[in-house]
Each structure stands twice: as structure tokens, then as C-alpha cells.
């Protein structure tokens, strides 16, 4: 069956069921959750999980000598994960996540970034897998993998730095796109890292990432759906566009959505709000 297998964008459960044992699949789980709720990504993946799934840890792989949150790692440690993974080139990886698609774009965005394009989301996440009854088994998943040669290959245009921020932050050349909530972003509560102030980048607009999703069915809105909901936001789609959140992972599953709709050279903002909004010397709206 391997030579069957696709590289849809968004696959689903009844695909992935099919195809589930196929020597080149990989499915990754991704749960994560912000740091003021008391609840473990991974004891929930050992409680129950797709068979043959592998647990992303999004703090793990990620820079260990950066203290801001789990900020992409260089080639070589990259590279390390995946093997560790058994992702090579030839894998085609699927992620999921068990809370409304908030992480798997954040494992989408990186393998991009590194050049591996074989990578899909399963629509709907783990919610969908579980409500039509499909097998799921305990434990802590595929720790070991046999060796796969995954080569890194940058798109450094995918990323941007605190200092390219500030170069485009209220420029008429670029917009800046904030997936968190309009209540984080408009400061009207706190943020979930007590060392980081309330508001926004100045210039940015603002788009949820829970936009996205229908909330019926848990699955990603329709392409028409979509383009409605960014240009809603105030996104020209004529213009470059850089995502952001409050660590980099919600503004993965933005440039996700825009990349369905035919916006492949998206950035994100890897720092994101847990850099900007804990610095003293960026400029913040609204003023406090």
C-alpha cells in the first residue's frame, strides 16, 4: 500500500484507518497545553492513542539552549529527533492532536520548515477517531524506530526573528496575523505566562486559530469558509503575512490555513508573544 499513499493536506480517519501499518506511514501525536492548565500532553497519549502513534513533544524538540518555549531547534538536533522518530525522507507524517487542532500545526510548520513536505493533518484530530469507534491502544507508543536518513533542508523564509519584527511592525509591506484570542490580544485577561504583559504587537490583526475549526464537527472549515474568515480579519491576500501566537504554535495552524489556500511562503513568528510581550523594550497596544 505504500505506494498509495498521498500527501494531502488534510487527510481523514477512514483514509488514515486504511492505511495504518504502511511501512512509510508515521503518525505523530502533538497534545500539548498552555502552561496554566494542569494537564500532561503526553500521560494523556500513554492513557490511549491511534495504534502506532508516536508522541511530538513540542518542548523536546525544540532548542534546549533557548529559554524561551520550545523554539525550533538547528538541522542538526532536528534531524536527531526525527531519526529518533523514524522519520526519513520517504515517511509521510500525520499528525493529530486531542484538543480542537491546536498543536498540529506547530508539527506541520516545522517539518516544512526542514524541507519535508509528506507531512498531513488528520482532520478532525483524535475527537473524530474516537467518536466512530475506532481502535486505540495504551502505552508510550513507538519509542524506537529503525534509522531513517532525514535531511534538513532550511527555509529560513518561513521563520522570522524579534528584529525582523520590529522592521515590519506597523509597515506597509508586510501584516502581522495574531492567532490568539480577541481577549488575549485586546488585554481584556491576562496572559497565561504571568512575565508577560497584556495586548499586541502594534499593526497586528487579530484571528483566533479556533476560527478555523468547525465546532460541530471538529474539522477544518470548508476553503471558501476560510478565505472569508482572513479577509474578515483585514488580511490582504495580495500581501506577505507573518503569523503569530503566544509561543509559535497556534500561528503554525494560521499559516496552515492559509496554506490551503494557496499561501505556501507564510512566516511565523517563532518567539510570538511569550518574547515580545515579557520584553520592557517593545512596544505593546493597547498602552497599559
Not at 66 to 72: A, G, I, V
Not at 149 to 155: G, I, L, T
Not at 234 to 246: I, N, P
Amino acid at each position: 500500500m505504500s505506494e498509495n499513499l498521498a500527501t494531502n493536506d488534510l487527510v481523514g480517519t477512514e483514509w488514515l484507518a486504511e492505511r495504518l501499518g504502511d511501512s512509510l506511514l508515521r503518525v505523530v501525536e502533538s497534545t500539548w497545553f498552555l502552561p496554566n492548565i494542569d494537564r500532561s500532553g503526553r500521560a494523556e497519549f500513554e492513557t490511549d492513542h491511534i495504534p502506532g502513534a508516536r508522541y511530538w513533544d513540542i518542548d523536546e524538540i525544540a532548542d534546549e539552549e533557548d529559554p524561551r518555549p520550545h523554539m525550533l531547534p538547528d538541522a542538526e538536533a532536528f534531524a536527531g529527533h526525527m531519526a529518533r522518530l523514524g522519520i526519513g525522507a520517504a515517511s509521510h507524517v500525520v499528525v493529530y492532536d486531542r484538543v480542537g487542532m491546536m498543536t498540529v500545526g506547530r508539527v506541520w510548520w516545522m517539518l516544512r520548515f526542514y524541507g519535508h513536505d509528506r507531512v498531513s493533518i488528520l482532520d478532525g484530530g483524535y475527537p473524530a477517531w474516537l467518536a466512530e469507534d475506532r481502535p486505540v491502544e495504551a502505552g508510550p507508543g513507538v519509542e524506537s524506530a529503525p534509522p531513517s536518513a532525514f535531511v534538513p533542508r532550511p527555509r529560513p523564509e518561513l521563520v522570522r526573528s524579534l528584529d525582523q519584527i520590529r522592521a515590519l511592525s506597523g509597515g506597509e509591506d508586510s501584516q502581522l496575523l495574531d492567532a490568539r484570542s480577541a481577549a488575549r490580544f485586546n488585554a481584556e485577561e491576562p496572559e497565561p505566562r504571568p512575565e508577560c504583559r497584556s495586548g499586541h504587537i502594534p499593526g497586528s490583526m487579530n484571528l483566533p486559530y479556533t476560527g478555523l475549526v468547525d465546532p460541530a464537527t471538529g474539522r477544518f472549515l470548508a476553503p471558501a469558509a476560510l478565505r472569508q474568515l482572513f479577509e474578515e480579519a483585514g488580511l490582504d491576500f495580495d500581501r506577505s503575512v507573518t503569523t503569530s501566537c503566544g509561543s509559535g504554535v497556534t500561528a503554525c495552524l494560521l499559516a496552515f490555513g492559509l496554506h490551503l489556500l494557496g499561501r505556501d511562503r507564510v512566516a511565523v513568528y517563532d518567539g510570538s508573544w511569550s518574547e515580545w510581550g515579557a520584553r520592557s523594550d517593545t512596544p505593546i497596544e493597547p498602552e497599559s
